[in-house]
C-alpha cells in the first residue's frame, strides 16, 4: 500500500510543478477516463492517454495540480481530491474561477497505474464511489477531519496554540516519540507544544501529505523548517504524525521521527478500526 501511495504523490509532486511530462508510471494497457465535463470518454494505452491529456492540458497555460486530500480505497485504488490552477490560452480564463474542486481515481498494480479516472466534479466521484455521506459533508461545507488538519497546521504557524488545541478532546492524549514524552488532556497537550515551540526563534511546520486512512485515522508526514535563537543555522527535519478522529476531534495523537514507522502503525491503526 505506502509503495502505491509514493508513487501517486510522486506523480502529483510533477504535476504541482507544471510538469506533466512523465509517463513511465503508467502501464502499457493503462485505460485513460473521463468520466464527466464536455471531454467524456476512454481511452485505452499510454500513446492514447497522453494525447487525450495533452489535448486537454492545451487549452490552458501555467497549468499545476494539487492534491487535497489522499483516500486509499483498498490495496490496489486511490482516490485523490485535487484542483487544477491554470489561465486559459485563448479566453485568459482564470481555472480558479471555474469550478476546478476535482477527484481523481488511481488504480495501481505492480507499481504501475493500470486505470485512471478522472472527474471534474468531485461531489459527482464521491457519489459514484458510494461516499454520498462525504459528498454531502462537502457540499454543506462541514469540514473533514482533513480540513482540520490543515487549519491546526495553519494556526501552530502563526502560534497560535489555544486555536489548535480547540481540535482536541478534552480527556486526549498525545503520544510524543519525538521526545518520548506523553500528555494527557488539552492543558497539558498545549503546555507542551507552546515549550517546544518556544525553544526556538523561528519554527514553521508544513505537512507533505495529509491521508485520511479512514475509520478516523489521518496520517501526516510533516516537514519542520526552524532557527535557534542567536543562529543563522537552519535546522530542517521530518516526521510521521497519527492523529485518531470521534465525533470531530483528536483523541490520541503519536508523533515519530520514524516516519516508515508512523505510516505502518496509521496502517494498522485503521484496519483495526475498521
Same mark, same amino acid.
Given at each position: 500500500?505506502?509503495?502505491?501511495?509514493d508513487?501517486v504523490r510522486?506523480i502529483?509532486a510533477?504535476?504541482?510543478r507544471?510538469?506533466?511530462?512523465?509517463?513511465?508510471?503508467?502501464d502499457?494497457?493503462?485505460v485513460?477516463?473521463?468520466?464527466d465535463?464536455?471531454e467524456?470518454?476512454e481511452?485505452?494505452?499510454?500513446?492514447?492517454?497522453?494525447l487525450a491529456?495533452?489535448?486537454?492540458?492545451s487549452?490552458?497555460?501555467?497549468v499545476?495540480a494539487?492534491?487535497?486530500?489522499?483516500?486509499?480505497?483498498?490495496?490496489?485504488t486511490?482516490?485523490?481530491?485535487?484542483?487544477f490552477t491554470?489561465?486559459?490560452?485563448t479566453?485568459g480564463i482564470?481555472l480558479?474561477?471555474m469550478?476546478t474542486?476535482g477527484a481523481?481515481?488511481w488504480h495501481?498494480?505492480?507499481?504501475?497505474?493500470t486505470?485512471?479516472?478522472?472527474?471534474?466534479?468531485r461531489?459527482r466521484?464521491?457519489?459514484d464511489l458510494g461516499?454520498?455521506e462525504?459528498?454531502v459533508?462537502?457540499?454543506?461545507?462541514t469540514?473533514?477531519?482533513?480540513?482540520?488538519m490543515?487549519?491546526?497546521?495553519?494556526?501552530?504557524?502563526r502560534?497560535?496554540? !489555544?486555536a489548535?488545541?480547540?481540535?482536541?478532546?478534552?480527556d486526549?492524549? %498525545?503520544? *510524543? $516519540?519525538?521526545v518520548?514524552?506523553?500528555? +494527557?488532556?488539552?492543558?497539558?497537550i498545549r503546555?507542551?507544544?507552546?515549550e517546544f515551540?518556544s525553544a526556538?526563534e523561528q519554527?514553521q511546520a508544513k505537512p507533505d501529505?495529509?491521508l !485520511?486512512?479512514?475509520?478516523?485515522?489521518v496520517f501526516v508526514?510533516?516537514? %519542520?523548517? *526552524? $532557527?535557534?535563537?542567536?543562529?543563522d543555522? +537552519?535546522l530542517?527535519m521530518?516526521d510521521?504524525?497519527?492523529?485518531e478522529?470521534?465525533?470531530?476531534m483528536?483523541?490520541?495523537?503519536?508523533?515519530?521521527?520514524?516516519v516508515?514507522?508512523a505510516r505502518?502503525?496509521?496502517?494498522?491503526?485503521?484496519k483495526e478500526r475498521?
Amino acid at each position: 500500500m505506502s509503495a502505491n501511495l509514493d508513487l501517486v504523490r510522486s506523480i502529483y509532486a510533477d504535476w504541482e510543478r507544471g510538469d506533466f511530462s512523465r509517463t513511465d508510471w503508467a502501464d502499457p494497457e493503462m485505460v485513460y477516463v473521463r468520466a464527466d465535463g464536455l471531454e467524456r470518454g476512454e481511452w485505452h494505452g499510454v500513446s492514447e492517454a497522453r494525447l487525450a491529456f495533452g489535448n486537454v492540458l492545451s487549452a490552458w497555460q501555467e497549468v499545476h495540480a494539487g492534491a487535497d486530500e489522499y483516500r486509499v480505497l483498498d490495496d490496489d485504488t486511490i482516490l485523490v481530491t485535487d484542483r487544477f490552477t491554470g489561465r486559459g490560452r485563448t479566453s485568459g480564463i482564470e481555472l480558479a474561477e471555474m469550478r476546478t474542486q476535482g477527484a481523481t481515481l488511481w488504480h495501481v498494480r505492480r507499481g504501475r497505474v493500470t486505470r485512471l479516472v478522472i472527474y471534474r466534479d468531485r461531489v459527482r466521484a464521491l457519489a459514484d464511489l458510494g461516499l454520498e455521506e462525504s459528498a454531502v459533508s462537502e457540499e454543506s461545507g462541514t469540514p473533514t477531519p482533513v480540513e482540520l488538519m490543515r487549519r491546526g497546521y495553519e494556526a501552530l504557524n502563526r502560534r497560535d496554540f !489555544d486555536a489548535f488545541v480547540s481540535f482536541y478532546a478534552p480527556d486526549a492524549v %498525545v503520544e *510524543a $516519540r519525538t521526545v518520548a514524552e506523553r500528555f +494527557e488532556g488539552r492543558a497539558a497537550i498545549r503546555g507542551f507544544i507552546e515549550e517546544f515551540w518556544s525553544a526556538f526563534e523561528q519554527y514553521q511546520a508544513k505537512p507533505d501529505e495529509i491521508l !485520511d486512512l479512514g475509520h478516523g485515522v489521518v496520517f501526516v508526514t510533516n516537514r %519542520v523548517t *526552524a $532557527r535557534l535563537p542567536e543562529s543563522d543555522a +537552519e535546522l530542517q527535519m521530518r516526521d510521521g504524525q497519527v492523529y485518531e478522529w470521534e465525533e470531530g476531534m483528536v483523541v490520541r495523537a503519536i508523533l515519530d521521527l520514524d516516519v516508515d514507522a508512523a505510516r505502518a502503525a496509521a496502517e494498522r491503526l485503521a484496519k483495526e478500526r475498521g
